[in-house]
């Protein structure tokens, strides 16, 4: 006989919709798309990104025609505010959330719930035990249920079929409320890291001493943004670097290592408010209209006189050297446009400085005992007219042609080839290095992290555990059969043996009576 089947129709738009919202907040799909996030974070490491350092952007452009242009229209240098890696967070998000609720829910159902009855057949349960006590059941079960209400265990009362009385207990809900709240802090964190990234802003600046610095677009070396973040919206308010000291171990141990680093500041909120005079040191930032201005980092700024041929000034200014060592070894450029045809020097100053055929010039301590610049002078085509952006800290020399070598200490002159004119060292000055930060998020992450860090210790300390004793006649008149078992939702059995064992001991009541283990099948 041929068997008649029906098609199946098909789910429909809501059917598809609780499949899509089933597959999208399962566990497993939260852990594709975390993993999808660290993946997504790559190119923000590796690439250069246009929100920290456009020009860095430019430059590996430039150098790579073929492929530069595929990633940039990928949004490769955009990498953190590109929607691919924006889809990957909101699902992320999204997933999160959903595993949240479902979870939370049936947690709430379960603190809410009373432990389950005891089974029909407890002596079958894997690590039970059953002894004969002279006391009666009722004196069992109390003696019992005071133990385990004491331990704080949730215990509930009954009887079976047979009229057999029995406790059930349970406790270690912790577990999953830590394991909750772990979750929920994960939740928070990812919300502040995305408040951070669309309303927060960082840059750096370089501020010489003597120098200031306004909090405008244009007055940082760097910067960056989120999407929300309005530049013209900036707090105004200001700040100059008065003084910056600065002091370094001389003994033999951790000789060079910095014992002092501050820096006394002139800050004013606004440019109606009075000054305020203010000390900076490292973890101990300026707070400035909502935002943190750090030290970070320090240098020398070799200051220079170039002349022309009829000795008049071209250049009379202080130039910040960059530290490529330890021992503040630091690099730098001067460019004079000005001069006929245009000059350019390419220097290394050495705040204690030597000299050796293998290394070349270098500085052998940190602090200013023995200061000299040694200068390489360029003349000819700096590049100024090209309409590139060009950092201040190279020089391009392909078309330009060298003029000479030279070391100079404070207060030296060389006077160049050719009549190109006259170089001065006049002396040095310090220069701080300041990050000024605006993260509405860290708040929020801070808080969220604590809660995680406790959520996780509570999820690992505490298991979830059931206990039951039974309690009835026994066969030989007079005495008491006592089960007792206990099971262990998770972890090592040995805790749900020990709870068991101590139970066995309750039940007899302190005497020294022979437990029988039960079935282990």
């Known amino acids: ?111 809410r719930s009373q432990p389950p009855p005891a089974p029909r057949r407890l002596a079958r349960m894997p690590g039970s035990r059953s002894l004969d006590v002279p006391d009666g ?38 577990h999953e409320t830590g394991n909750l709240v772990f979750h929920v802090s994960l939740l928070l964190v990812l919300a502040a890291v995305a408040i951070g990234g669309l309303f927060g802003w960082k840059g750096n600046v370089i501020v010489r001493e003597g120098s200031g610095f306004s909090n405008t677009l244009t007055q940082y070396d760097a910067w960056g943004a989120g999407r929300f973040v309005n530049a013209d919206d900036l707090a105004p308010f200001s700040f100059s670097l008065d003084d910056f000291a600065v002091d370094f171990e001389r003994g033999d141990a951790q000789a060079g290592a910095p014992r002092l680093f501050e820096a006394d500041l002139t800050y004013r909120p606004t440019p109606a408010m009075p000054a305020q005079y203010e000390r900076v040191e490292v973890n101990s930032p300026l707070q400035a209209a909502g935002a943190k201005v750090f030290l970070v980092g320090h240098g020398y700024a070799p200051r220079f006189v170039i002349r022309d041929s009829t000795d008049a000034v071209l250049f009379d200014d202080a130039v910040v050297f960059l530290p490529q060592d330890g ?121 969220a992290t604590v809660s995680a860090m406790c959520g996780l210790v509570a999820s690992l300390s505490v298991r979830r555990r059931r206990l039951w004793i039974k309690a009835y006649p026994a066969a030989d008149a007079g005495a008491t059969r006592v089960e007792i078992a206990g099971l262990m939702k998770s972890g090592d059995a040995a805790q749900s043996d020990h709870d068991v064992a101590t139970l066995v001991e309750i039940a007899a009541g302190g005497r020294s009576l022979p437990a029988r283990k039960g079935a282990t099948q």
């Open 137 to 174: 059941p009722q004196d069992v079960l109390d003696r019992a249920e005071r133990h385990l209400r004491q331990g704080r265990w949730r215990v509930r009362a009954g009887s079976d079929d047979d009229g057999r009385s029995w406790l059930a207990a349970e406790r270690g809900y912790l």
């Open 327 to 447: 021992n503040f070894t630091s690099t730098g450029v001067i460019k004079v446009p000005d001069a006929q045809p245009p000059l350019g020097f390419s220097g290394i100053f050495a705040p204690t400085a030597a000299l050796s055929r293998e290394r070349g010039p270098f500085s052998t301590f940190p602090a200013p005992d023995y200061p000299a610049v040694f200068l390489s002078a360029f003349s000819g085509d700096l590049g100024l007219g090209s309409g590139r952006p060009q950092s201040v800290y190279t020089l391009n020399t392909d078309a330009m042609s060298q003029l000479g070598l030279e070391s100079l200490r404070p207060g030296e002159a060389w006077t160049l080839p050719a009549g190109a004119g006259r170089v001065e060292f006049t002396g040095y000055q310090r220069w701080a290095s300041f990050q000024i930060a605006n993260d509405p998020g860290k708040e929020l992450a801070l808080i």
């Open 1 to 111: 006989m041929a068997v008649r089947t029906e098609a199946v129709p098909p789910p429909g738009v809501r059917g598809w919709g609780r499949w899509a919202w089933r597959q999208l907040t399962s566990m497993r799909t939260a852990l594709i798309l975390l993993f999808l996030l660290a993946l997504a974070s790559v190119p923000g490491s590796v690439l250069p990104q246009r929100g920290n350092n456009p020009l860095r952007v430019d430059q590996w452009l430039t150098d790579n025609p073929t492929s530069g242009p595929i990633l940039d229209r990928l949004g490769f240098f955009d990498g953190y505010s590109s929607p691919w890696f924006a889809s990957v967070y909101l699902l992320l998000f999204v997933s999160l959330i959903g595993c949240l609720l479902s979870r939370s829910r049936q947690h709430w159902q379960a603190v």
